[in-house]
């Protein structure tokens, strides 16, 4: 149950962007906390459930420092999220994991995409939004755990290697979407991409960069893009 | 899914009691973290979302220091935590909200028997484990929220109560049902408690100061036992 926000941001207001971006990033960190959370029950054994637990409850540390800077900036935290619940929420519904594999590769695709995009966008930002949006991103633990279990598996039954990669081509394409129509409707935060980028050819660029590092990613762990 | 271990604890070890009730008390942390989680979904709003989950990550960091006290006492968490999944999963399946009163209702009502019931059986042990125990109980701040929101939908619609007093008392039965079947199957714990009242009218008197505080906390929110 969300709620609908009607009040846009104003573009005209400098500030429109990085609180356009810290919303996002802060609804980001409120839904992986929800869900590593959820994603726990799938794991196969208390050790890895405490594990994931953990991780989790770390997204929530971050979520406020997001929360309180939003607060710094004027804006109201729940409103600046509220324009991202529509569209994370539809990602994630048509991409339940089955099963713990699914979950852990789903957590290791759209971390690691979602990072890139971040760190590549607080390069656009002041020094302080930027630090901030630095340090709330996965660190390697995670990233390292995920990856270690998804070739632990591949390692046991090399047919899982492919039923994971077309499961993460599907996480891609469903990404993408939602991610075009974000940009369609968060234009202070596209102007700020744009003009960060320099120009069309830069914001190309960008995207190729997220989209090789997604492929190294998934050849590190044995599935291919 | 979990594991089910064959190992029972040693009853004739002195530390035998204070493992069983550390891994009690640690998979509750799991546990409540885990119910939090998913709880924060029903949240009526982003605002009470964060709480919700904010205060799940607090359950996480306690789990983390009583793992860590088992290790200290030369157990394996993960085998100290085993014998309560299945009683305790059994209890919450059995008792699944169905909307953010319920959810609150049952936090509120199972939090306050666990903590008190902790907090008795605390004072049967050594100091450091003791003050571990005590340290890890739900704070007030918790208590405070939920207790909050009960009292505010009772006063939207006061037919609320008697919904919320017969969620609770049916709380209550799946829940003692539960702890008896734990008392069976923990026999150090079992017997600490005993030999800590003294004898069975103490364990008796535990268990109405029990009863008393339960009912006190439901009428504190306009709920009848």
Sequence with gaps: MTEVSNSLPDVSEPAAAVVELLGMVAYAELLAFDRMAADARLAPD????????????????????????LTEHGADADEAMTPYVAALQEYHELTEPKDWLEALTKAYVWDGI???FFREVAAFLAPKDRDLVLEVLHDSQYNDFAAAEIRAA????????NRLSMW??????????QAQRMAGEHIALTILIVEGS???AGVQALLKRLTAAHTARMAAVGLNN
Tied chains: 1, 2.
């Design 46 to 69: 208390l050790r890895r459930r405490a594990v994931l637990s953990e991780m989790a409850a770390v997204e929530i540390v971050n979520f406020r420092r997001l929360a309180t800077r």
């Design 114 to 116: 979602a990072d890139d």
């Design 154 to 161: 591949i390692a046991v039954d090399p047919k899982v290697a």
């Design 168 to 177: 993460a081509r599907r996480l891609v394409g469903e990404g993408l979407t």
């Design 198 to 200: 320099g120009d069309q």
